[in-house]
């Protein structure tokens, strides 16, 4: 199975700070994803990505940005944070095999004042 | 882009019975993988069950299976023997057979009764 790890499990930031959420995967899976989970919204693609520099916006990248430099590692970026984005993030990385499913990250609970 | 539609935002079950919680979703298209999720309180995620959409046969993992009903675009999970390990947020997902995108319903919260 695959092991992804997220960096923080709990972040406090103020309003317009930016913010980096890490996250790794430690194998050598091509295509990784970010996603925002609210209540009764259920999860929401931000953006994903299925190589090193290669990404594509899924349904609301707007206020965000990603990294991958390097392929284990993919990073979602919040140039300038905002309330409306107090949220869970949730990082997985895709599996091998047939039906190529998620693994997943415990996630990020951020909280933007 | 396909959805995928939970509409039991939350149910409960006696410890020991039987629980099926419903998902259907929409898509054109005519092979494509779905799959539940687990997600308990504050911990990670997790692959409860997988379908191939051109197999017939439905899926089982132990206490978990589902039914899939390719015309009516249904793929239920049903849960027997519940157990109080079983209380989580469950998710049903779609993935088409060449896509990358996974899309997600919104969730149903299951609680267990001891």
């Known amino acids: 199975d695959v092991k992804v790890t997220q960096s923080s499990r709990y972040l406090v930031k103020r309003t317009g700070e930016k913010v980096f959420l890490e996250c790794v995967q430690d194998m050598d899976h091509e295509n990784m994803f970010w996603y925002r989970q609210d209540p009764g919204l259920g999860l929401r693609l931000i953006y994903f990505?299925?190589?090193?520099?290669?990404?594509e916006k899924g349904d609301i990248p707007e206020g965000y940005s990603v990294s991958r430099e390097k392929k284990e590692r993919f990073s979602l970026i919040l140039e300038s944070a905002s309330t409306n984005q107090t949220s869970m993030y949730l990082c997985?990385?895709?599996?091998?095999?047939?039906?190529?499913?998620?693994?997943f990250g415990e996630g990020s609970r951020l909280t933007v004042l | 882009a396909q959805t995928v539609t939970q509409s039991q935002p939350e149910m409960s079950v006696q410890e020991a019975e039987t629980v099926t919680l419903s998902c259907t979703y929409d898509?054109?298209?005519?092979?494509?993988?779905l799959f539940w999720y687990k997600q308990p309180p504050s911990r990670q995620m997790i692959l409860v069950i997988r379908q191939e959409a051109y197999k017939q046969q439905n899926a089982t993992e132990n206490r978990f299976s589902v039914n899939f009903q390719k015309a009516a675009k249904s793929f239920s999970l049903k849960i027997s023997d519940s157990q109080l390990g079983d209380a989580a947020m469950y998710f049903c997902?779609?993935?088409?057979?060449?896509?990358?995108?996974?899309?997600f319903g919104t969730g149903t919260s299951l609680t267990v009764i001891p």
């Open positions: 990505s299925y190589d090193v520099k290669m990404k």
């Open positions: 898509t054109s298209e005519s092979d494509y993988y």
């Open positions: 997902a779609y993935r088409s057979l060449t896509g990358n995108q996974f899309y």
């Open positions: 997985a990385a895709r599996g091998g095999g047939l039906t190529g499913e998620l693994f």
